[in-house]
Structure formats: structure tokens, C-alpha cells
Antibody, heavy 123, light 110 residues
Framework: EVQLVESGGGLVKPGGSLRLSCAAS????????MNWVRQAPGKGLEWVSS????????FYADSVKGRFTISRDNAKNSLYLQMNSLRAEDTAVYYC????????????????WGQGTLVTVSS | QSALTQPPSASGSPGQSVTISCTGT?????????VSWYQQHPGKAPKLMIY???KRPSGVPDRFSGSKSGNTASLTVSGLQAEDEADYYC??????????FGGGTKLTVL
């Protein structure tokens, strides 16, 4: 069974940093592109970042480019999101999501999702 | 990348069909075959319902179908059931190595 478990969320002041983690199990992690998607309270989904299975390609939404860094450790079956210079508008539930197919990077086809971790940016 | 445009709400009675639209541009929905639809119940993670415009993942009922015409994609739910009441989001590859979601549609089963 595919499982994605996010952690690392919490309350942080504007300008602060936070590192999210996503522990994956139940599939060959190194064969799939992985993604972060967020959802502000009461709002819609927003694609944040994607990383190709081979780590060769990394993509960011304009809203986080230069502030957030996605990374993965295939040996630990883990995905990360380092978030710096956080703003109030970054407040959201952050989901880790796996692409549907092996060796694909669609930036839009997310078959498996974690339960999400809440990040609150407030003074 | 601007969000794709969805109607805020849609509704139908049990057994009826309802269609939700998702309008983008030739740079996203109209330009690529990577259009997906997600169902999200309150407090839950999204669930993939349709991918590549019209394909259904394993386990998704065939009551759910997708299509695309020009810059507008559509999700049709046939034979509405109470458990179909949820928020629905479309997504698309948006070119230039970006992804984009729609604003979401709240489906109410009357």
C-alpha cells in the first residue's frame, strides 16, 4: 500500500524558515516524480513544486521560486521542502503527492497524496 | 501562471448528471493532454478521478468521465449519488515547466 506521511509543519513568524518532510513507503520511491501541493485555509489547491524521479529536473511555482527548495533522498525514501522567507500568504496545508506513472513528470497528475501538514505563518 | 476557471458551484439531484467546466488557455488546457480532475471531501486529501483528459484510474467508477474541447475541459458525473458531494478541482500542465489548478467547484447533491 502506498503511503505518504508529511511532517514538519507548525507556527512560524514572517521571514522565518521551516523544513517539511514526506516519508514514502509501499512503492519504488526512486522511480517516481514527487510533488508539493498546498491549500490555504478555505481555498483551492495550488501546485508548489515538483522534482523528477532522477532529481535531474526541479520545477517551482512563481509564487515560491527563490524562497523554497525541493529535494529528495532516494536512499531514505523521503521528499523535502525547505521554506525560507516565509510570508503570511504561505499559510496552508502542504501535501506531498506522487505522480501517477513511473518515469513521468506531468506537474498535474497526482495519484497518491499524504494527509498534509499545516504551516501557519503569523507573528 | 493564472488559475484555471471553474464555476464556484454545481448541483444535481440523485440519479441526474452534472457537468463541471474548467476553462484555461491555449497555453495550458488547450495546448496539452495533461488535464486531471480531483475530488476532495471536507478535511480529506484530494483523490485523482480523471487524468489525461478522459482516463480513469483504477477504482474510479465509470460514472465519472472527462472530455476537452479547445481550451475548456469538462468533468461529467452521471447517476449522481450522495457520496459524490464534494469539491472538484481540475489541473493542467501549463507549459514552461509549471502546473496549475482550477479554483474548485463545490458539487451539491440535492
Amino acid at each position: 500500500e502506498v503511503q505518504l506521511v508529511e511532517s514538519g509543519g507548525g507556527l512560524v513568524k514572517p521571514g522565518g524558515s521551516l523544513r517539511l518532510s514526506c516519508a514514502a513507503s509501499g512503492f519504488t520511491f526512486s522511480s517516481y516524480s514527487m510533488n508539493w501541493v498546498r491549500q490555504a485555509p478555505g481555498k483551492g489547491l495550488e501546485w508548489v513544486s515538483s522534482m523528477r524521479y532522477s532529481s535531474s529536473y526541479i520545477f517551482y511555482a512563481d509564487s515560491v521560486k527563490g524562497r523554497f527548495t525541493i529535494s529528495r533522498d532516494n536512499a531514505k525514501n523521503s521528499l523535502y521542502l525547505q521554506m525560507n522567507s516565509l510570508r503570511a500568504e504561505d499559510t496552508a496545508v502542504y501535501y506531498c503527492a506522487r505522480d501517477l506513472e513511473v518515469d513521468a513528470t506531468t506537474l498535474s497528475t497526482f495519484e497518491h497524496w499524504g494527509q498534509g501538514t499545516l504551516v501557519t505563518v503569523s507573528s | 501562471q493564472s488559475a484555471l476557471t471553474q464555476p464556484p458551484s454545481a448541483s444535481g439531484s440523485p440519479g441526474q448528471s452534472v457537468t463541471i467546466s474548467c476553462t484555461g488557455t491555449s497555453s495550458d488546457v488547450g495546448g496539452y493532454h495533461y488535464v486531471s480532475w480531483y475530488q476532495q471531501h471536507p478535511g480529506k486529501a484530494p483523490k485523482l478521478m480523471i487524468y489525461e483528459v478522459s482516463k480513469r484510474p483504477s477504482g474510479v467508477p465509470d460514472r465519472f468521465s472527462g472530455s476537452k474541447s479547445g481550451n475548456t475541459a469538462s468533468l461529467t458525473v452521471s447517476g449522481l449519488q450522495a457520496e459524490d458531494e464534494a469539491d472538484y478541482y481540475c489541473s493542467s500542465y501549463a507549459g514552461s515547466n509549471k502546473g496549475v489548478f482550477g479554483g474548485g467547484t463545490k458539487l451539491t447533491v440535492l
